[in-house]
């Protein structure tokens, strides 16, 4: 069956630091993945969207890298801030049941520390 | 703000009851998109309607069910409710496809 993988546990990086999140999958190839944030009893938000044949894609302090021969995405956030602790969710497209959707990581919980 | 708005915020209901969800999308957004968010389950995608057709089923229960109107905005009906269906509840829109999608900020919806 499709799966998604995050880390499971908390990370906790040092404001300024990078801090880097994983995301894997198995048993398919998606067209594109995507990263949201979420903050505790709130709407994810979107963040960034990579497809298949991008290898990197950068959006200010964010960047997203997508291998498709590993069936892994990482997440960076480059010179972290305390307002960057938020829950990171990663979202692939599959084709299931003869129709495409969406199927979310469990997230990772990231806490930068001042 | 997302432009996502989803009504009520809260519901308090009992089991084997019926309840109805309601999201207006992102003004020109034609898709929309219903999410199940529990603690043990994650983020779980129920269904997506585009101009008021279905257009994606994801894990959707036979006793959950969504129409979209020629408004564009969306309601989901839980029938025969189950302490199990509590959870968050949101909805999302994109201008179409999977890809880009603005939630609202959910129902919080507890059977008791």
């Known amino acids: 069956s499709q799966k998604i993988e995050q880390n499971s546990e908390a990370l906790n990086i040092q404001e300024g630091k990078t801090a880097t999140l994983t995301c894997n999958y198995t048993n398919y190839s998606p067209a594109y993945l995507q990263w949201y944030r979420q903050d505790p009893g709130r709407g994810p938000v979107f963040l960034l969207l990579i497809r298949e044949n991008e290898k990197e894609k950068r959006k200010e302090r964010l960047k997203v890298t997508f291998d498709t021969t590993l069936k892994q995405s990482l997440f960076h956030i480059t010179a972290s801030q305390p307002a960057d602790s938020a829950t990171y969710l990663c979202a692939l497209d599959i084709l299931q049941n003869s129709n495409y959707q969406l199927i979310w990581g469990a997230g990772t919980k990231l806490i930068i520390k001042p | 703000d997302s432009g996502v708005t989803q009504t009520p915020k809260h519901l308090i209901t009992a089991t084997g009851q019926r309840v109805t969800l309601r999201c207006s999308p992102r003004?020109?957004?034609?898709?929309v998109y219903w999410y199940q968010q529990s603690l043990d389950q994650g983020l779980q995608f129920l269904i997506q309607?585009?101009?008021?057709?279905?257009?994606a089923k994801g894990n959707i229960l036979e006793r959950f069910s969504a129409q979209q109107f020629p408004d564009l905005h969306s309601e989901l009906n839980l029938s025969s409710l189950e302490l199990g269906d509590s959870a968050l509840y949101f909805c999302?829109?994109?201008?179409?496809?999977?890809?880009?999608?603005?939630f609202g900020p959910g129902t919080r919806l507890t059977v008791t």
């Open positions: 003004s020109g957004d034609l898709s």
């Open positions: 309607y585009y101009n008021g057709e279905e257009r």
């Open positions: 999302a829109s994109s201008v179409d496809g999977f890809y880009e999608q603005y």
